[in-house]
Each structure stands twice: as structure tokens, then as C-alpha cells.
């Protein structure tokens, strides 16, 4: 079993400190007060970028992972790479009426608003061993819908994984215990 509180910072890879530098601060994004952790920079940098899929494959690639499900937008980035390099389907989790036919619905709560994912029914078999992945949590929302969308299929989430934390918003405390494995932290 994975712990709840684990982070790559405590494995003084160097690979880290390089993707935390790549990792542009926008202040007062999307709204005022808001300090936007923009990874569009990260993915200009393509060793930053690889290094940053390469540390989750070598975390997941032996634990019999079925299903990368990724949050729409940013999980889009992170999750397919993963996904095909640990040998698991990529389950795309949407915002609303992006995908067609029957939908598992979940709405959420943001840090600056609300929001709602939907999932194919029938893309996640009941028993199947799944993560969650996506840029950043800050306060969980996102993450417990995308866990909700996955446990109401029949899937386990092993873990969430995230490029970025904010600690400081306390989203780990919203996931009921649910490990979360991140990369850099930020304020």
C-alpha cells in the first residue's frame, strides 16, 4: 500500500528542482487573489517535461495499474505518456457534455468557483486499480469528484498523482485519506 503523504521532494532527485524552476507563478490568475501555477512552461523545456512523466512512470510502472484516468485539461498532458509507458488505458475525464453517450456525472468545488467531470460509462471495469492524475492540487475538489467518477464505476484508486501541491490549501485533507504523490510543492 502507497503512504498518504508522499512527495518526490523527499528523494533529493535533482531531476525536482529543475521542473519546480520550470514552473511559472501568474498572480491575480484567473482572478484576483489566485497565484496560478502555469506548467505551460514546464512543457517548454522538453527534458523538464520528459523527467516530470519519466519520475510517475518509475513510481507506477510495477504496480499493476490499469486505468491513467486524467483531468481534463492539464491531466490531458501528463496522463497519456504515462499511461502507454506503464502499459494502461487512458480514461479522459471531462468537463460537461464533452463527451458523447452515456456519463457518469460529478459536481465539485474550486478553489475560486465550481465545476462538474463526466466519464464514459463503461470505460472503467469494476475491480480495475486506476490513478488520478493531474497538475496541481490545491484544495482536492477536482480530485475527490475524479476519485467519486472512478469508485462509482467499480475501479480502486491506488493514488492521485500531481505535479504541483499547494499545501497551504489543505487538499489533502479532502481525499479522505486517498495517498496523493507529488512532485514540487508551492506556496
Not at 506548467?39 to 512512470?57: A, E, G, H, M, Y
Request: hydrophobic share 45%; glycine share 8%; charged share 25%.
Amino acid at each position: 500500500m502507497l503512504q498518504g503523504t508522499m512527495s518526490a521532494l523527499k528523494a533529493d532527485d535533482p531531476r525536482i528542482s529543475a521542473i519546480q524552476s520550470t514552473i511559472r507563478v501568474v498572480p491575480n490568475f484567473p482572478k484576483p487573489g489566485i497565484m496560478f501555477q502555469d506548467i505551460t512552461t514546464l512543457l517548454l523545456d522538453p527534458k523538464s517535461f520528459k523527467d516530470t512523466v519519466d519520475l510517475f512512470v518509475e513510481r507506477y510502472k510495477s504496480k499493476n495499474i490499469s486505468v491513467v484516468a486524467g483531468i481534463e485539461a492539464r491531466g490531458f498532458i501528463f496522463g497519456p505518456p504515462i499511461a502507454l509507458a506503464i502499459g494502461a488505458k487512458f480514461v479522459p475525464l471531462r468537463k460537461p457534455k464533452k463527451l458523447p453517450g452515456k456519463v457518469f456525472r460529478q459536481e465539485y468545488d474550486l478553489e475560486y468557483g465550481s465545476d462538474c467531470l463526466e466519464m464514459h460509462v463503461g470505460a472503467v471495469e469494476s475491480g480495475e486499480l486506476a490513478i488520478v492524475v493531474d497538475d496541481l492540487i490545491a484544495t482536492g475538489g477536482t480530485l475527490c469528484a475524479a476519485m467519486n467518477l472512478l469508485e462509482r464505476a467499480g475501479a480502486e484508486v491506488l493514488e492521485c498523482a500531481c505535479v504541483i501541491e499547494i499545501p497551504g490549501l489543505k487538499g489533502r485533507e479532502r481525499l479522505n485519506g486517498k495517498p496523493v504523490y507529488v512532485l514540487v510543492e508551492s506556496q
